[in-house]
């Protein structure tokens, strides 16, 4: 009888290197990148700012916003250090008419007669006669205000009387004023006539 041999497999035999040809050129494989290595990029000089570019812009537009309204801000203190007097009347609204203070002569104009503060309601609308002057003159102990009522018998608003001032109003012949309190309650109403008067508030 014959006994069967087990199945030994065979030692494993690494491959056999062939030798390379010394008279055949070493060929070198072509370069592949790496996706996980960062790519390299040369150094920035020293003087140059590595800021983000956001906070570069915002950098850029301070300074130059302080600059702006440090400039505008020397530009109207100038103004109004070289030229003190154009900046306050800037500031003042200028009246609607000019006015002059009462010259002396005008003691001895003739006093126009007081109307009862009710002839507002019926006086006649304004009509333009001859050129004259009225001048106006607080002898009360407080303020009070000037108005002349219009052609569609309205007030316009004059001037305005401390206690003792009075001021010299060019107007015309026919033309109505009006009195009034700080509050704007009428106290008397004087018509302009041909010649020059004074309209004495008591």
Same mark, same amino acid.
């Given at each position: 009888?014959?006994?069967?041999?087990?199945?030994?497999?065979?030692?494993?035999?690494?491959?056999?290197?062939?030798?390379?040809?010394?008279?055949?050129?070493?060929? &070198? +494989? $072509?370069?592949?990148?790496?996706?996980?290595?960062? /790519?390299?990029?040369? @150094?920035?000089? !020293?003087?140059? =700012?590595? *800021?983000?570019?956001?906070?570069?812009?915002?950098?850029?537009?301070?300074?130059?916003?302080?600059?702006?309204?440090?400039?505008?801000?020397?530009?109207?203190?100038?103004?109004?250090?070289?030229?003190?007097?154009?900046?306050?009347?800037?500031? &003042? +609204? $200028?009246?609607?008419?000019?006015?002059?203070?009462? /010259?002396?002569?005008? @003691?001895?104009? !003739?006093?126009? =007669?007081? *109307?009862?503060?009710?002839?507002?309601?019926?006086?006649?609308?304004?009509?333009?006669?001859?050129?004259?002057?009225?001048?106006?003159?607080?002898?009360?102990?407080?303020?009070?205000?000037?108005?002349?009522?219009?052609?569609?018998?309205?007030? &316009?608003?004059?001037?305005?009387?401390?206690?003792?001032?009075?001021?010299?109003?060019?107007?015309?012949?026919?033309?109505?004023?009006?009195?009034?309190?700080?509050?704007?309650?009428?106290?008397?109403?004087?018509?302009?006539?041909?010649?020059?008067?004074?309209?004495?508030?008591?």
């Amino acid at each position: 009888m014959t006994e069967e041999l087990p199945n030994v497999p065979q030692a494993y035999q690494p491959p056999v290197s062939q030798p390379a040809d010394p008279y055949e050129p070493t060929v &070198v +494989p $072509a370069y592949q990148p790496n996706p996980y290595q960062q /790519p390299f990029y040369p @150094a920035q000089p !020293a003087f140059y =700012p590595q *800021l983000p570019k956001n906070r570069g812009r915002r950098v850029f537009l301070f300074v130059g916003g302080t600059v702006l309204v440090f400039v505008i801000s020397f530009a109207i203190a100038m103004t109004r250090d070289g030229d003190p007097e154009s900046a306050e009347s800037a500031a &003042v +609204p $200028a009246p609607v008419v000019s006015v002059t203070l009462a /010259p002396t002569p005008v @003691a001895g104009w !003739a006093e126009l =007669p007081p *109307l009862p503060p009710s002839a507002e309601a019926t006086a006649a609308d304004a009509t333009d006669g001859a050129a004259t002057s009225v001048a106006f003159v607080n002898t009360t102990a407080g303020p009070v205000s000037v108005w002349w009522l219009d052609y569609d018998h309205k007030r &316009v608003h004059y001037q305005d009387l401390q206690p003792g001032q009075e001021y010299l109003q060019p107007t015309y012949t026919g033309h109505v004023w009006v009195v009034t309190t700080a509050d704007g309650t009428a106290t008397a109403l004087f018509e302009a006539t041909s010649g020059p008067g004074r309209a004495v508030i008591r």
